[in-house]
């Protein structure tokens, strides 16, 4: 059993398209995250829900947006994708907010656009 | 704001060789995480530090926590080709409950 699982993994697309990325973990953990890993391997926190609430919502252009219908799930919509958003995508979960549990990452969506 | 420093960045070393990767840390934590990233892959969590003088192993791998100094650091024994991979360590902001990462350190371990 997959405990966080992305779909899809891979995205090529054209500047312009919208696109979703979806996320589901099935651990039970109440809290998920966003990040996005650069070419050079450099991973940035995106977002972060604690029970469906936004709790960390770092500068990031605002064509991106999450979406957590529940808190096994947590979605990234962009919109007007552009060049500098190729990269990797990561999400991830963990229990609580204090951050004394590991981070159990997804598999990583890999968006390469056009 | 707490910023994390992770050296070399790059590391090629021979099979059979020790070495060590150096985390250093900005301001107070109590909380440093390393993981690991197959090239391709996602990130696997090698290990947890919750204490000053924390040291955990697994393997050829052992990884301590100095809070004093804010270092942490993560050693190699006898490399081995399988632990070719680049690792990051990530350590607790509690004033905004987040993971600052080290940029991660590329191990190359040649046969």
């Known amino acids: 059993d997959t405990a966080v699982s992305q779909t899809p993994k891979y995205l090529v697309t054209q500047m312009g398209n919208d696109k979703s990325i979806k996320c589901e973990q099935n651990?039970?953990?109440?809290?998920m995250y966003w990040y996005k890993q650069d070419s050079k391997k450099f991973l940035k926190i995106m977002f972060s829900?604690?029970?469906?609430?936004?709790?960390i919502n770092e500068t990031v252009p605002n064509r991106f947006s999450p979406k957590s219908p529940d808190k096994a799930h947590l979605n990234l919509h962009i919109n007007s994708l552009e060049l500098g958003d190729s990269a990797v995508y990561f999400c991830a979960s963990s229990q609580g907010l204090a951050l004394r549990e590991t981070q159990y990452f997804g598999p990583g969506t890999r968006l390469l656009v056009l | 704001e707490l910023k994390v420093e992770q050296n070399p960045l790059f590391l090629s070393m021979q099979e059979g060789k020790n070495y060590t990767i150096y985390c250093n840390y900005s301001?107070?934590?109590?909380?440093l995480y390393w993981y690991r990233q197959d090239p391709g892959k996602s990130l696997e969590s090698l290990f947890v530090l919750l204490s000053n003088g924390a040291v955990k192993q697994e393997g050829r791998l052992m990884a301590s926590l100095d809070t004093k100094a804010r270092l942490s650091t993560l050693h190699i024994t006898a490399a081995v080709h399988d632990l070719s991979a680049t690792y990051f360590c990530?350590?607790?902001?509690?004033?905004?409950?987040?993971?600052?990462w080290g940029a991660g350190t590329k191990l190359i371990i040649k046969p």
């Open positions: 829900y604690n029970n469906k609430e936004l709790i």
């Open positions: 651990l039970g953990h109440d809290t």
């Open positions: 301001t107070t934590s109590d909380r």
């Open positions: 990530a350590v607790a902001s509690d004033s905004n409950y987040q993971l600052i």
